[in-house]
């Protein structure tokens, strides 16, 4: 017998093409390529961070996520960088089922940043970070497997020079397999800015193509908040003003980014050098100045930080599920993980369930209306105190902007700028 096709043509309707919505972008330094170097001009000012998504989520999120159910910081903080500890998931399952990477914020590490530098509330209701837990265990089975290395050879590892600690290392799959898991498990710190691309205002740099002028967090190396708190310090002793002042009559400071990827090699970022410098300081027109000085306006980083609950971060700090593969790395891909993690930032899915926390009783937090912004930071003499320089494995900050988050970023604005 034959058979006809007789399907009715044109029957099913064509897939509308996705409009995009323009949107504030995470603020990424040039150049993103090896080799190169690039001065990033930015206006840097003081914001408030109580004011971010992440310090006010509904109670029904807050008890999902394991949060305390009042924003822990109040709206009257205010300073020109936040620190944030997060732990990368390298397999992270969305909400679509697609497979990625994702930032996470450390509730351990959170907890103690609120209450023990900034003097104020947790976020979190339990300090425990399954996260932590797992990069301490893996550095001990690490420091086991050394021992054992120590017995079977007669050697001891104090005695070896950097060059025979490495070549002992790099032989031993068993040490590689800890050494993956304990980096993939562990932390890294940013610190929250708040900028304005002055590139932008005067057109040097292209906005991209979804893209809406304005404010953007940028989620800055220890390298670059050091420079500005040693700016911080030096104006305030010399009593001169400051480079977040939006009211000096000299005009806005711009900073001046300087990034230099010129010594890394072979796609590895971690050789990364930025230098930071006052730079001109330029007058802006009294509507720009007007979206400039508007706490409402400042960039929120929410998007950009996930947090999951207790159950979700016990699943992913689970060996056979986050790292399998990184156990079964080969001894000559010891770096693969740091570069994986730079390409790609997931988002993190919502919860469905929660896991039992102890219940913690709100303080009273004062959470007072900002009409204007500031002139003065509010941190007083929790300022952190500058630390050395480390050599970061995610000095290079290339993380895309995420199609999905937990909230919208402030709009931006087009201005009237000065020629």
């Not at 972008?25 to 040039?30: A, I």
């Not at 896991?355 to 009783?361: N, T």
Request: include cysteine; proline fraction near 8%; glycine fraction near 4%.
């Amino acid at each position: 017998m034959d058979y006809q096709f007789n399907m009715p043509a044109n029957d099913e309707p064509k897939e509308e093409k996705r409009e995009i919505a323009p949107s504030i972008k995470l603020f990424k330094p040039l150049p993103n390529n090896i080799g190169e170097k690039y001065t990033n001009e930015l206006f840097i000012p003081l914001y408030f961070p109580g004011k971010w998504e992440i310090f006010n989520f509904s109670s029904e999120k807050r008890e999902e996520l394991g949060l305390v159910d009042y924003n822990p910081i109040g709206n009257d903080l205010c300073t020109f960088y936040f620190r944030v500890s997060l732990h990368t998931i390298q397999k992270f399952v969305r909400k679509d089922g697609s497979v990625g990477f994702a930032q996470i914020l450390c509730p351990s590490k959170t907890n103690k940043y609120l209450t023990e530098v900034l003097k104020r509330e947790p976020l979190f209701k339990s300090d425990r970070c399954p996260h932590c837990e797992a990069e301490r265990k893996a550095w001990d089975s690490y420091n086991e497997r050394w021992r054992e290395i120590e017995k079977e050879k007669g050697i001891k590892q104090k005695d070896l020079s950097k060059e025979g600690k490495r070549e002992i290392a790099t032989k031993d799959p068993i040490l590689t397999k800890f050494y993956n898991q304990a980096r993939s498990f562990g932390s890294n710190d940013r610190y929250v800015l708040c900028v304005m691309d002055y590139e932008k205002i005067t057109e040097t740099k292209k906005l991209e193509e979804t893209e809406i002028l304005g404010y953007q967090p940028y989620l800055a190396p220890l390298s670059v908040f050091n420079s500005l708190r040693d700016f911080w310090v030096e104006d305030t002793k010399d009593k001169m003003p400051m480079f977040f002042s939006l009211d000096n009559p000299g005009g806005l400071q711009i900073i001046k980014v300087i990034k230099s990827t010129e010594d890394c090699r072979d796609d590895n970022f971690r050789d990364t050098k930025y230098s930071i410098m006052k730079g001109r300081r330029v007058k802006l027109d009294d509507e720009a100045m007007q979206y400039l000085s508007n706490p409402d306006n400042m960039a929120d980083p929410s998007p950009w930080l996930s947090i999951l609950s207790q159950q979700e971060m016990e699943m992913y700090s689970s060996t056979s599920s986050l790292n399998k593969d990184v156990q079964e790395e080969p001894v000559n891909k010891v770096e693969q993980v740091e570069k994986e993690v730079k390409k790609v930032f997931g988002q993190a899915s919502k919860s469905s369930t929660t896991p039992s926390v102890p219940s913690v009783q709100p303080p009273k937090v004062s959470a007072p209306s900002v009409p204007k912004m500031p002139t003065e930071m509010t941190v007083g003499s929790s300022v952190e105190n500058k630390k050395e320089v480390e050599s970061n494995p995610f000095e290079e900050e290339d993380l895309p902007n995420r199609e999905e988050s937990q909230g919208s970023p402030p709009p931006g604005r087009r201005f009237k700028w000065p020629s």
